[in-house]
């Protein structure tokens, strides 16, 4: 078991849907993390949450949009998209921003994400 | 340019044989750190490995680090079938106007054969 919980697991969407993808972490680390992952490549950073403020977003579409509500949970609402947007998502967190410090980040097994 | 490139991008091996995997980066870094993930999971830190060290090891796993060649391995000793996964390597890459991340490199598919 991980410590890092996301859900749903599974997710089937339609293109003019909205869905939002939750996180949570009872660890007390002040980052958290967003991830896409597509088959076969490694994770590509999305968005990074840092003491609840976001201080990096990857020039992601606005179809994705993050949010934390506190230090324990991390959303990622989902709207209008793409079918290039099915990936697998994944949410990560660490004591600390990584800017402060070295740690490993601690991740979810993920949200899998289809578009119709 | 990718901050970390693995080989080989798949290596099949018996259990009980070594399983050795390579990672080249191209920037300075501070630490580097290598990730496992079984299909369908998230990753899970295996070992985190600062530039002032030459070699550390955890268990099966050994790792080594030569900032020299900006190279990084990870071997894993009497591989057993539950070894089977993505190995990635990771390095910290600081930008002026954005901040730190984790950089992943393209992994390496490991299967123990039984």
């Known amino acids: 078991d991980t410590e890092v919980t996301q859900t749903p697991k599974h997710l089937v969407m339609g293109m003019t849907n909205k869905k939002s993808l939750k996180c949570e972490q009872h660890?007390?680390?002040?980052?958290m993390y967003w991830y896409k992952q597509k088959a076969k490549k490694p994770p590509e950073l999305m968005f990074v949450y840092s003491y609840e403020k976001l201080s990096i977003n990857e020039s992601v579409p606005s179809r994705f949009s993050p949010e934390c509500p506190n230090s324990s949970l991390l959303n990622l609402h989902l709207h209008a998209l793409q079918p290039e947007d099915s990936a697998l998502y994944l949410c990560?967190?660490?004591?600390?921003?990584?800017?402060?410090?070295?740690?490993?980040?601690?991740f979810g097994d993920g949200t899998r994400l289809s578009i119709l | 340019s990718q901050q970390g490139e693995e080989d080989p991008q798949a290596l099949s091996i018996q259990e009980g044989e070594n399983a050795t995997m390579n990672c080249s980066y191209k920037t300075s870094i501070n630490n580097l750190q290598w990730y496992r993930q079984n299909s369908g999971r998230g990753l899970v830190h295996l070992i985190l490995?600062?530039?002032?060290?030459r070699e550390k090891h955890s268990g099966r796993l050994r790792v080594t680090l030569d900032t020299s060649k900006k190279s990084s391995s990870l071997l894993i000793t009497a591989s057993r079938a539950a070894d089977t996964a993505s190995y990635f390597c990771a390095t910290k890459r600081s930008l002026e106007t954005s901040g730190s991340r984790l950089t992943f490199g393209e992994g390496t598919q490991l299967t123990v054969n039984p």
């Open positions: 660890m007390g680390h002040r980052a």
């Open positions: 490995i600062r530039s002032n060290e």
């Open positions: 990560a967190s660490s004591q600390l921003p990584m800017v402060y410090s070295n740690q490993p980040q601690h």
